[in-house]
């Protein structure tokens, strides 16, 4: 089979497409062969190497996908062969087949394509703990929600809007401001023309918002800090400007008795129970159309190192994804 491996870290040049051995599932686990899979950005820092991010080389990187069971395991009673699935938190998923253990691999509703299972997975999971487990919004909540235009940001304003909260969002430019107005923000800040902190302040009377979600870190998280109310939480889940600095308890006193988390979703899915029951609710927020997802943009699989270059641009709308070219 084809995949895209690395054996070196470094730039998108070190994504090799290449020949490797199809693997085959052991006990409780299933074989896919995947149909989609998902891009995300720590993918890029995988690649690269970076602190926290470094698995043993060559490796096939990859954390999300949707595909068709082709071979069950020994022991696998949920799924069978010829169910559509999606999964994520699974490592080699830039490979025409992939290896699932059979409690993430999450049988997509009736209606629900392989694309659209293996765009949702990952930043669809993040949303639903984030509204639901890490800040439970409710009627009322003022919320930030930065990058909103990228694939976590979208689905993020619609899941607090239709929990009731009341929306500020950031942008890059104008087409990404009639975006996110198309999905419901209530406010919208354009951050290369305006400090976000300031019409945070001017929007909510000098009070500030009961929640931040904050994906870029290292360039927003001080001005995150000071969009906040007194109690305020600053959820940080992502760094696509760089690493978040060490921060001093202190401040967080100071600046109001904040609340300060740094997210990762595989701790909110530690057993296979709670993922799939995550996974349950994160699709019927799909079928009954709370949940709508921009089209996503599409590479070959082959065309894996195009692809992490557009994502590392930050000029992305939505998800990208990378398709195989199964040979049968």
């Known amino acids: 089979m084809k995949a895209a491996r690395i054996h070196s870290y470094g730039g998108p040049e070190v994504l090799k497409y290449e020949d490797v051995e199809k693997p085959t599932p052991k006990a409780?686990?299933?074989?896919?062969?995947?149909?989609?899979?998902?891009?995300?950005?720590?993918?890029?820092?995988?690649?690269?190497?970076?602190?926290h991010y470094q698995f043993p080389l060559p490796m096939i990187p990859g954390r999300e996908g949707g595909g068709v069971v082709e071979q069950v395991g020994e022991g696998v009673v949920n799924l069978k062969v010829g169910d559509k699935v999606a999964y994520c938190t699974v490592p080699a998923a830039y490979?025409?087949?992939?290896?699932?253990?059979?409690?993430?691999?999450?049988?997509?509703?009736?209606?629900?394509?392989?694309?659209?299972?293996?765009?949702?997975?990952?930043?669809?999971?993040?949303?639903?703990y984030l509204v639901r487990s890490t800040y439970p919004l409710s009627a009322g909540k003022k919320v930030l929600i930065h990058?909103?235009?990228?694939?976590?940001?979208?689905?993020?304003?619609?899941?607090?809007?239709?929990?009731?909260?009341?929306?500020?969002?950031?942008?890059?430019?104008?087409?990404?401001?009639?975006?996110?107005?198309?999905?419901?923000?209530?406010?919208?800040?354009?951050?290369t023309t305006d400090d976000f902190e300031k019409k945070i302040k001017e929007f909510t009377n000098g009070k500030g918002v009961d929640v931040v979600y904050d994906s870029v870190g290292k360039d927003t998280w001080v001005g995150s800090i000071n969009s906040l109310s007194p109690l305020g939480y600053?959820?940080?889940?992502?760094?696509?400007s760089g690493e978040v600095p060490p921060i001093d308890p202190q401040m967080l006193r100071?600046?109001?008795?904040?609340?300060?988390?740094?997210?990762?979703?595989?701790?909110?899915?530690?057993?296979?129970?709670?993922?799939q029951r995550r996974c349950v609710e994160l699709f019927e927020w799909v079928t009954q159309g709370k949940l709508k997802l921009s089209p996503p943009t599409k590479f070959p699989l082959s065309e894996i190192a195009k692809a992490h270059k557009l994502l590392e641009s930050r000029k992305t709308v939505g998800k990208i994804l990378l398709i195989p070219q199964h040979k049968n």
Not at 149 to 161: D, F
Not at 234 to 240: E, F, I, M, P, R
């Open 95 to 128: 490979a025409d087949y992939t290896v699932v253990p059979s409690g993430r691999a999450f049988k997509l509703p009736e209606g629900v394509d392989c694309e659209t299972g293996a765009s949702l997975m990952l930043q669809g999971l993040t949303a639903q």
């Open 254 to 275: 100071e600046k109001g008795s904040l609340f300060l988390t740094r997210t990762n979703l595989s701790n909110y899915v530690i057993e296979d129970e709670t993922y």
């Open 234 to 240: 600053l959820v940080l889940l992502g760094s696509a």
């Open 28 to 51: 409780g686990e299933v074989l896919v062969k995947n149909q989609a899979c998902g891009l995300n950005f720590f993918d890029t820092m995988h690649r690269a190497g970076m602190s």
């Open 147 to 191: 990058a909103g235009a990228g694939g976590l940001g979208q689905l993020l304003i619609q899941a607090s809007k239709f929990l009731g909260a009341t929306v500020f969002t950031t942008v890059s430019s104008k087409e990404k401001e009639e975006i996110v107005k198309s999905l419901g923000a209530d406010f919208v800040i354009n951050y």
